[in-house]
Structures are given as C-alpha cells and as structure tokens.
C-alpha cells in the first residue's frame, strides 16, 4: 500500500482503515490494531513537528515468511531538521510519547534520511504478525464393503 496524503488531522482516521483493511487482506489481523496505532502516532508527528498539510507518504508492506512474518510501516516526509528520537515525556504531559511507544510496540523502527533535494526522511517501524494457520483439511474416509 502506498499513500501520498497531506498530513492533516482529518486525514489520519481514513490512512489507518486502509492500513488496518490492508492487514486483514494480508492475512495479519492480528497485528491491524498496532499497526493503525502506529500510523497515528508516526503520521500525527508529521502534523506536529513539520506542519498540518505538509505531503507525506504512508507505505505499508508485508514482510511474510514461515510461521510469521512482519508489516513494515513507512511514513516520508521532507522536513530537513534533526532526526526524530523518542526522549522522556514529563508524567503530566499530554504528548511526547509517540516515538517511545512505537518503539516499544515494534520489532525495531528507524529513521532513514536521503540528503538530496529533494530533501526526505523515512520514519519507519516493523510489527510482528503471526501467518494465518492453513484451515483444516478434512479427510474423507473410504468405506470398502
């Protein structure tokens, strides 16, 4: 999956019903909650920290593999400052914890930065998803008289 969207309050609910109908298609249902979570807290930091209605580019990809696999979110947008880092929220703050639940929601995450004009970054994370179990196979029993 691959939105190009204006990051923009409004748009945040439709991106995370896609990618939760994306993880359902994939066969990683099991995974569609925090993988929506974290389109919210990736995509709303684009709104905080680089402005509301700046472009961004949400890719989600499935990543499967034997018993697992994973779905990689992306979320690029084209703020030239410092890399974000998750740091340390005051108890009584009412934001600062997006990149620190990510985190801890996630296989791993990171940020990826390509310096050329035009300028982007990539705020990515991993989730871990269970492969659906084949469904069962029934065998007929063969009755010789």
Do not use: Y
Not at 108 to 127: D, N, S
């Amino acid at each position: 999956m691959c939105l190009h969207a204006l990051a923009k309050p409004s748009e945040v609910a439709g991106v995370r019903r896609q990618a939760v109908a994306h993880c359902r298609w994939w066969g990683a249902a099991d995974v569609a909650d925090l993988v929506a979570l974290c389109v919210s807290e990736v995509l709303t930091n684009v709104i905080a920290h680089v402005g509301e209605g700046s472009p961004a580019t949400v890719r989600l990809t499935w990543r499967g593999g034997g018993s697992g696999g994973a779905v990689r979110l992306a979320v690029t947008d084209t703020d030239p400052r410092p890399l974000p880092m998750p740091s340390p929220a005051a108890p009584d703050a009412e934001s600062g914890r997006g990149l620190a639940l990510v985190e801890a929601l996630s296989l791993r995450w990171g940020v990826e930065r390509r310096g050329r004009v035009p300028f982007a970054k990539t705020v990515w994370c991993e989730l871990a998803a269970v492969a659906p179990s084949p469904a069962p196979t029934t065998k007929k029993k063969t009755v010789t008289p």
